[in-house]
C-alpha cells in the first residue's frame, strides 16, 4: 500500500509547494507594487509576541507548504487552497512564536523514542493509523507500516520527500498535543457544577404570558436624538466592540463570450469535423484536438448526451454530429460503432392517477373511471403533455408526464411490462394499474438493445481578445471618470452601469458578493494607503474586470456611533417603545391587561418549559425572560418587562423544581455534558488567550 497515496486521499495532513519561480513572482510583484511600500526596511505581515513576521520569511514557509501540496497532489494549488496554506504557514508562525516558549519553559520534550512509538509502537499517530487502515476490515495494519518503512528507501524521490515532510511534522504536533492536554486535563467539574446542570435540566414550569410584539409600534412613531444614541452607546460600550471592515462598491465587467466568439469556436470545430470523421484512431485524434480529456465511451440510448439522444433512431456509426453545445462548451461527437447487446431500454410518458395505500373499492373505481376518461379524451385528440400537466398526480407532470429512457429493471413490473410488450411507439390502448394507482401510458422512444460507442471532442468558448478589449474600455470609461464615491455613483449612472456593494469584506476571505476569486480586491481594500472614497485600478480578474470604490474602513477597537448607528438606534428604540407599552399596559392580572386591548396583543400558555431553555413561543430567543420566570414563585404574575422581542407579563402557573440531590443521584450524565462543552472549547481557546498574551497582529491582507 502507497503511504503517499493514502494520506493524499484521506488525512490531508501534509500540505505543501508550489514551484519556487511562482513565489519568487509573487514575492517581486508585491515588492514592486508602488501600493505596497514599505520604504527602506523590509516589509512586515504582522507582528507575533513582539517580533515582526516578515515577508521574505513568510514567503520561505509558503514556498515550503506549497512544495509539499505539489508532492502530495501532483499539481500545484489553486486560489482557494493557497488561501488555505496561507492560514497554516501564519498558524505555524504562531505555534513556534507563542505556543513553543511556553513548551520550551515547562521542559516539554519528544524524543526519538516517542517518534518511533508514535509511527509503529503503542501510541501511533492518527494521520497513520488512516493512512494504513485496511478498507475491508476498518482495521489498522501494523505490519503495513513496517514494510512501507522497510522499502522506503527503493521509492520514488517524490514519495520519499513527502515521507520525511510528514515525518518531520511529528514532533510539533506531539509537543501542541502534550501542551493542551495538559491545560485541558487540569479541567475538572465538581458535584456542585453537576448538580446545577441537573436541576437547570429537570426544573420546569408551566407559564401563562401576555406578549406584545414592538413589530406593533410603526419605528416612524419613535423619534431619537444624537443624545440618546450616545448615551446609550457608552452606557453599553462593552457590547460594541468592532473588527476590521472595509465595504466596497464596485462594477462588474464579465468577461462572457460574445456572439461572434460562439460562431468562431464553433466553425473551428465545423472545419476539423471532416478530419474527425476520416480518423483511423479516433480516440487519440480526439484527445489532440478536445480541451477536455477525450476517452471512448459506450453508451445506451438513454445515456447518450441530449443531443444525440434525440437522433438515437437514425444515428450512423462512423458519421460525425455537431457541433453542439454542450455545458458552455461546444461539443463534436463521433458515433465510432453501434451493436445490438444487453438489456433493452424504452421510452415513455405517463400520467398516473394515484391511489391511496389500501384505497375501498369504491374509492379505487372512482379513480380508474377518471383515468379512462382522460384516456378516452387523448385518444379522441387531446393533447398527452397538456393532459399530463392537468391530471398527473407525480413529479413528472411539469414535463408532460416525461419519464425519459429507462431499462426494465427500472420500474415496477406491471409497467415494464407493459411497456416493453408494446410494439414500436403509441399510446397504450388501455389503463395500465400497478401499486402507484393508474398510469395512461404512452411509449415514445421504442424498446431497443442498441449501445453505443462514442467519443467526443469538446472546445471551450472563450472570450476574443476583440471581446476581452471591448470589456476592459468598459472598464476603463468607469475608471477615467471616477475619482471618489460621488463621481464614482455619478458615472455609474451616466454610463448605464449596474453598481454592487459588498458591505462586508473580511480581512481573510477568498472573495465575496459573487465574485468568488476575489482576494486581489480585498488585499488592496486593506492597504494603509488605501482611504474612504479611493477609486480602484483595473482588477482583472478570472472571468470579469472590475472597478471599485472604498467606501467604509473600520478599525478593530471601540465603536464609534456611526459604526454602529443603525444598531443602537434599534436598541434605542426598542427601549423606547417597552416603555410605551408598560405605561400602557398598566398593572393588575394578565386578564385586565388584555383587556387594553393594545395592538400586537398576545395571551398565551407555554408548558414544561424549563430551566436551561433559552426560548418560548411568542417571545421567541430570550434567555433574561426565562431566567425572570425560575426567579418567581409559583401563582405569581409579573409586572409588565422589557423583552427582546416584546414586553412581556408572565405569570407562574405551575412549578416544578427538580427532585433533591442527595449522595445517591447519580450526576455522571450531567458532569459530562458540562466536560463535553467545556472540552469542545479548550483548544480554541487556548489559541486565543496566548494570541491575546502574545499581541498577535495580522496584516498579511495588505499583501496577500
Known amino acids: 500500500m502507497s503511504f503517499i497515496s493514502a494520506i493524499r486521499q484521506r488525512s490531508g495532513l501534509v500540505v505543501g509547494i508550489v514551484a519556487l519561480s511562482l513565489v519568487l513572482f509573487i514575492i517581486t510583484s508585491i515588492l514592486t507594487d508602488p501600493s505596497f511600500s514599505f520604504f527602506n526596511r523590509e516589509p512586515s505581515l504582522g507582528s507575533i509576541n513582539g517580533k515582526d513576521v516578515k515577508l521574505k520569511e513568510f514567503a520561505q514557509e509558503m514556498e515550503r507548504l506549497e512544495n509539499d501540496f505539489q508532492i502530495q497532489q501532483n499539481r500545484g494549488p489553486n486560489e482557494q487552497e493557497r488561501i488555505q496554506l496561507r492560514d497554516q504557514a501564519w498558524n505555524q508562525f504562531i505555534f513556534q512564536r507563542l505556543y513553543k516558549p511556553e513548551i520550551e519553559q515547562l521542559g516539554m520534550a519528544v524524543t526519538e523514542d516517542e517518534i518511533v512509538d508514535m509511527v509503529q509502537g503503542n501510541n501511533i499517530h492518527p494521520a497513520i493509523k488512516q493512512a494504513f487502515t485496511n478498507p475491508q476490515t476498518q482495521q489498522f495494519d501494523k505490519a503495513q507500516v513496517k514494510q512501507f518503512l522497510a522499502n522506503i528507501n527503493r521509492m520514488e524521490p517524490r514519495q520519499q520527500a513527502a515521507w520525511l515532510s510528514f515525518e518531520s511534522k511529528l514532533p510539533d504536533d506531539r509537543l501542541r498535543a502534550k501542551y493542551e492536554a495538559l491545560l485541558t486535563k487540569t479541567e475538572y467539574v465538581t458535584r456542585a457544577q453537576a448538580a446545577f446542570e441537573y436541576r437547570n435540566s429537570l426544573t420546569k414550569a408551566d407559564v401563562q404570558y401576555l406578549f406584545v410584539n414592538y413589530g406593533s409600534m410603526a419605528d416612524s412613531t419613535i423619534a431619537v436624538t444624537d443624545e440618546e444614541l450616545n448615551s446609550y452607546l457608552k452606557q453599553n460600550q462593552f457590547r460594541y466592540k468592532v473588527q476590521d471592515n472595509r465595504a466596497i462598491d464596485f462594477v462588474s465587467f464579465s468577461l462572457t463570450p460574445s456572439a461572434d466568439d460562439s460562431a468562431a469556436a464553433r466553425e473551428e470545430l465545423a472545419k476539423i469535423a471532416t478530419d474527425f470523421a476520416a480518423a483511423t484512431d479516433d480516440t487519440t485524434y480526439a484527445a489532440a484536438h478536445s480541451d477536455a480529456p477525450a476517452k471512448l465511451q459506450t453508451l445506451t440510448v438513454n445515456d ?108 415496477v413490473k406491471p409497467f415494464a411490462n407493459a411497456v416493453f410488450g408494446f410494439s414500436g411507439t403509441g399510446l397504450l390502448p388501455n389503463l395500465v394499474e400497478t401499486e402507484f394507482g393508474y398510469h395512461i401510458v404512452k411509449v415514445t422512444g421504442a424498446k431497443t438493445n442498441v449501445k453505443y460507442k462514442v467519443v467526443m471532442i469538446q472546445k471551450a468558448v472563450t472570450p476574443s481578445d476583440k471581446t476581452s478589449d471591448a470589456v476592459y474600455a468598459k472598464a476603463s470609461a468607469l475608471k477615467q471618470a471616477a475619482t471618489d464615491v460621488a463621481s464614482f455613483e ?202 491575546a498574551v502574545g499581541n498577535v497582529k495580522d496584516d498579511r491582507a495588505k499583501a496577500f
Open 490 to 691: 455619478a458615472a455609474v449612472k451616466a454610463q448605464g452601469l449596474t453598481k454592487a456593494s459588498a458591505p462586508t469584506l473580511f480581512k481573510t476571505g477568498a472573495g465575496f458578493a459573487d465574485v468568488n476569486e476575489g482576494r486581489p480586491v480585498i488585499s488592496w481594500a486593506y492597504r494603509d494607503e488605501t482611504e474612504v472614497g479611493k477609486v480602484s485600478d483595473i482588477f482583472e480578474l478570472n472571468d470579469r474586470y472590475l472597478v471599485a470604490v472604498l467606501t467604509k474602513a473600520t478599525q478593530e477597537g471601540p465603536a464609534s456611533l456611526d459604526d454602529v448607528r443603525d444598531a443602537v438606534t434599534a436598541e434605542v428604540r426598542k427601549q423606547k417603545k417597552a416603555e410605551s407599552i408598560i405605561a400602557k399596559l398598566g398593572t393588575g392580572s394578565i386578564e385586565d391587561m388584555q383587556k387594553k386591548n393594545l395592538p400586537g396583543t398576545v395571551v398565551n400558555t407555554t408548558t414544561n418549559l424549563l430551566l436551561s431553555s433559552s426560548a418560548f413561543s411568542d417571545a421567541g430567543f430570550d434567555p433574561e425572560a426565562v431566567g425572570r420566570i425560575f426567579g418567581m414563585k409559583q401563582g405569581q404574575t409579573s409586572k409588565p418587562f422589557k423583552g427582546e422581542a416584546g414586553v412581556l407579563v408572565v405569570k407562574v402557573v405551575t412549578l416544578t423544581d427538580a427532585p433533591a440531590v442527595d449522595a445517591k443521584t447519580d450526576l455522571a450524565t450531567y458532569k459530562q455534558q458540562i466536560e463535553g462543552r467545556t472540552m469542545g472549547r479548550a483548544q480554541y481557546y487556548i489559541g486565543e488567550a496566548l494570541k
Open 304 to 411: 447518450l448526451p441530449k443531443d444525440l439522444g434525440g437522433l438515437a433512431g437514425s444515428l450512423e456509426a462512423g458519421k460525425v454530429y455537431g457541433p453542439y453545445v454542450a455545458n458552455g462548451q461546444m461539443a463534436l461527437y463521433k458515433v465510432v460503432s453501434i451493436a445490438a447487446e444487453g438489456p433493452f431500454s424504452a421510452k415513455a410518458s405517463h400520467i398516473l392517477f394515484k391511489l391511496d395505500p389500501g384505497a375501498a373499492d369504491t374509492a379505487k373505481a372512482r379513480v380508474k373511471a377518471t383515468a379512462m376518461g382522460v384516456l378516452n379524451q387523448i385518444k379522441g385528440g387531446a393533447d398527452f403533455g397538456m393532459m399530463a400537466m392537468i391530471h398527473g398526480s407525480d413529479g413528472t407532470k411539469e414535463q408532460g408526464g416525461d419519464l425519459g429512457w429507462f431499462d426494465e429493471t427500472r420500474m
